[in-house]
C-alpha cells in the first residue's frame, strides 16, 4: 500500500493511456483519471468531504482538455491537479503577528500533537528574529509538563514561566504578561495542556485564557499524522478560539500530511510553520506548493534542494570546484565533503525526499551512516602531509593510520582506492566541461542560487 | 465490575458523535435506498472511509458485506448494519493466543511514536496490574524526550510502583539492562519498559529500538517478552504504515489503541488487525489512571454501530 501512490502522475497518466482518439477529454475518461486522484487523497487522510469538493473542481475544469496525445493528456490533468491543490493550500507563507507589549501567542491542541516542543521551536525563531520571548507553562494536568518545558526552554535560552502548584492556567497567562513587561520580554508563548475539542470544561478554559490575555496569534498545533477527525477538530478549535493560524508537526515523518489539507479547508486558516524534527532547530516556513506534492506523493525535491544549499558555503563551494578544475583535489577537501554532507543531516532523510524513492528501491542501497564517521576518523588520523599528498601513504604509514582512528588497513586501503577513482572521475569531468564550454560552467557539487 | 460500567460510559460517551455520525448516516442511508444496489454502496463506501478504515479495507468490507447477503439470498439493504457489524467483529476477534505465561518474569516493551500515550499508557498498565496483585515495576527507558523519566517517575509514585532510570541522557538499552537486574532481584512479576517516541521511517531510531529489544531478549532469556505498539486513535492511514514497521523491527505482540475518548473512529485498526494479525490489547479512554481497558472487539464494534431493532 506503502508505495501505490508513490508516483500519482504515473497513475494518472496510465488511467489515460487507453485513450487513442484524438478530440476532447469527455468525462467519461476524467473520471477514470480521477479515482486515482481520489484515492491519493483518501491514502493521504484528506477528508472525505475536501476530497469530493475537490475532485468536482478539477472535473470541470478537465472535460473538455484537447487530446493530442494520451500522455499529453495525462499531464495536463497532473498539471491541474497540483494547480488546484497548491492554490486550495493558501498563497505564500504568512508572518507570525507581534504586536503589543508583550505580544502574546498562544498554542493549542489535541494531547501529544507536540505543543510543548514546537513552543521552544518557535521561541528559539523568535529570539533569532531579535525579540526577548518569555515562555510560559499552562499545561498544569499532564504530570512534568512544565518540567519539560523548563528543560527545552533552557535548550534555546529562553527563560520558563510557571508558578509552582498552580492548578489556575488563566492566572497563571495572566500574571505571566506582568512578569514579561518587569523583565523587558517582548513576546509571551504560552503552552496550553493537551485537550479533546469535544472537553467542554477544557475548552472553555482556553477562552477564558484567551478572553483574558488577548493573544495575538491562536496557533492550532496539529500532528501531521493526523486521519479524517482533523476537520472536525480544526472546526471546533476554530469555532470556539478564532485561530489565527495552524502549526504542523511530525513533517519529518512518513505520513503525506492529507490533514494539511483538511484543516485549512475547514478553518481557511493558513498554515504557518512545521515542525520537522526533534531537536529546537527543526523548524521551517510552511511552503503551500511543496506540501500539495507532498500530499500527492511526488515528494519535496525543492526543499532538498533547499537543505543542501542551506548547509553548503557558496565560497567553498567555488573554491572546492577550482581545485577540482586544477585537479588539486586532496583529503582535506575529500574531509570538508563529508563534513558538509554531514551538516546537511541524516543521509536517509534526504534521500527520502527525493520523489520516486521508496523504501523498496533504497532496500540495497542503503547509506550506512557510520562508514561516514570511519571515513572522517581516517583522515583526521593522518599528517597534513599525507592528506594533501596522499601517493606517500606507504604501508608502514597505513598501518599506524588505521591504529590510529580504531580502524582496519583494509579500510584505510578502502578510502584511498576511493579517493583515487573520485579523482579521475575528476578528471573526466573536468576534461568534458573543456568541451562542452559552450553552454555554460558546470559547477560542483551544489550549485549556488 | 463498577470499573467496567465506568468504561463503558467513557467509550461510550467518546463515540458518541462517531456513533450518531456513523449509524445516523447508516440509518438514513438505509431508510431513503431500500435495495442493495450500486448506488447504495458506493454511498455506504462514503460513510465508511470516514472512519479512517483504509480505502482497501472499506472496499474490502463493502465485497464482504455484498458477499454475505447474497449468500442469505436478500438484496433488502437494512441487513447492511447487521453484516458490516458482523464482519467487523470477525476481523477484529482475536487470533488465538498461543502461549500462557509460563515464566515468572513477565516483560512488556511499550513502543510507538511521538505524541501517541506510551508514557501516560505505561502508568496506566502499572496501576492496572500492580490492583490485580502483581509486582509491577518501571523502566524510563525514553531518556530523550524532556522531562520523559520526571513523567514516568509521577506515574510510577501515583500507581505506587518503583521506577528504575538513569535520567535524561543516558543509554537505554542500559537502563533496560538495569530494569532487568533489579526486577530479577527484587522478585517482580511484571516490568514495564517505557520507550522515546519515534517516528518509524528514522533508521538509526529503529535501530537503537531494535538493540533495546535484542538486550531484553539477551538479559531476560527465561522472561517473557511483549513487545506493544501504542497508537493514537486520531491517526490516519499512516497508523498502517507505523504498525508494519515497529512489526518488521520488533514483532509486535500487541496494541493499544489511546485517545479513543476523543471523536475519532479509531478505524484504522482494522487493517492492521485484519491484515497483520495483530491483537488489540487495551485501548485508552481518558489522562485518568483507571482510563484504560481491555479490548473487546464485539464491544468496539458495539460503539461504533449500536445495536438497532435486530436485536432490541
Known sequence: ?449 | MEKKNGFFNKLFGGLEKTRQQLTDRISALVSGHSELDEEFYEELEEILILSDMSFETVEALIEEVKKRARKMGTKESRVAETLLREILIDWLTDPPKESELKSKLHILLVVGVNGAGKTTTCGKIAALEKNNGLQVMLAAADTFRAAAVEQLMIWGERAEVPVISQGQGADPAAVVFDAIQAAKSRDVDLLICDTAGRLHNKKNLMLELEKIHRVLKREAADASIEVLLVLDATTGQNAVHQAKTFHAITPLDGIILTKLDGSSKGGVIVPIVKDLQIPIQFIGVGEGIDDLQEFNAEKFVDALFPQTVDKA
Do not use: W
Not at chain 1, 523583565?183 to 479533546?196: K, M, P, Q, S, W
Not at chain 1, 470556539?240 to 502549526?247: P, S
Not at chain 1, 547509506?367 to 564517521?373: A, P, S, T, W, Y
Open chain 1, 1 to 449: 500500500m506503502a508505495n501505490l501512490f508513490e508516483n500519482l502522475s504515473d497513475r494518472i497518466q496510465g488511467s489515460l493511456k487507453k485513450l487513442t482518439q484524438r478530440g476532447k477529454l469527455t468525462e467519461k475518461d476524467v473520471n477514470a483519471a480521477l479515482r486515482e486522484v481520489k484515492l491519493a487523497l483518501l491514502e493521504a487522510d484528506v477528508n472525505y468531504k475536501v476530497v469530493k469538493d475537490f475532485i468536482g473542481k478539477i472535473k470541470e475544469r478537465a472535460i473538455g482538455i484537447e487530446i493530442l496525445d494520451s500522455l499529453n493528456a495525462g499531464q495536463q490533468v497532473v498539471k491541474i491537479v497540483n494547480e488546484e491543490l497548491a492554490e486550495l493550500m493558501g498563497g505564500k507563507s504568512e508572518a507570525l503577528k507581534l504586536e503589543g507589549m508583550p505580544a502574546v501567542l498562544m498554542l493549542c491542541g489535541l494531547q501529544g500533537a507536540g505543543k510543548t516542543t514546537m513552543a521552544a521551536k518557535l521561541a528559539k525563531k523568535i529570539s533569532e528574529q531579535g525579540h526577548a520571548p518569555l515562555l510560559v507553562a499552562c499545561d498544569v494536568y499532564r504530570p512534568a509538563a512544565i518540567q519539560q518545558l523548563k528543560v527545552v526552554g533552557g535548550q534555546v535560552d529562553v527563560p520558563v514561566f510557571s508558578i509552582d502548584g498552580s492548578q489556575d492556567p488563566v492566572k497563571i497567562a495572566n500574571e505571566s504578561i506582568d512578569f514579561a513587561r518587569k523583565n523587558g520580554r517582548d513576546v509571551v508563548i504560552l503552552d496550553t495542556a493537551g485537550r479533546l475539542q469535544i472537553d467542554e470544561t477544557l475548552m472553555t478554559e482556553l477562552q477564558d485564557i484567551v478572553a483574558s490575555v488577548v493573544p495575538k496569534e491562536i496557533l492550532l498545533v496539529v500532528d501531521a499524522m493526523t486521519g479524517q477527525e482533523a476537520v472536525n477538530v480544526a472546526k471546533t478549535f476554530e469555532d470556539r478560539l478564532h485561530l489565527t493560524g495552524v502549526v504542523l508537526t511530525k513533517l519529518d515523518g512518513d505520513a503525506r500530511g492529507g490533514a494539511a489539507l483538511s484543516i485549512r479547508a475547514a478553518t481557511g486558516k493558513p498554515i504557518k510553520y512545521v515542525g520537522l524534527g526533534e531537536k529546537v532547530d527543526d523548524l521551517e516556513v510552511f511552503h503551500p506548493d511543496r506540501m500539495a506534492s507532498r500530499i500527492l506523493g511526488m515528494g519535496d525535491v525543492l526543499s532538498l534542494i533547499e537543505k543542501a544549499q542551506g548547509a553548503y558555503d557558496e565560497k567553498q563551494a567555488q573554491a572546492l570546484e577550482a581545485k577540482i578544475r586544477k585537479q588539486q583535489f586532496d583529503l582535506n577537501d575529500f574531509l570538508d565533503q563529508l563534513q558538509q554532507l554531514k551538516k546537511m543531516g541524516s543521509v536517509q532523510d534526504l534521500i527520502g525526499m527525493i520523489p520516486g524513492m521508496n523504501k523498496k528501491q533504497l532496500q540495497g542501497a542503503e547509506v550506512n551512516e557510520k562508514d561516514l564517521v570511519y571515513t572522517e576518523a581516517i583522515i583526521l588520523s593522518m599528517t597534513q602531509k599525507e592528506r594533501i599528498n596522499p601517493s606517500i601513504i606507504d604501508g608502514k604509514r597505513r598501518k599506524r593510520i588505521a591504529r590510529g582512528s580504531g580502524t582496519t588497513v583494509q579500510q584505510v586501503n578502502q578510502l584511498l582506492k576511493q579517493y583515487k577513482e573520485m579523482k579521475k572521475m575528476m578528471k573526466q569531468m573536468t576534461n568534458m566541461q573543456k568541451q562542452f564550454k559552450r553552454r555554460g560552467k558546470m559547477k560542483l557539487p551544489f550549485p549556488g542560487r
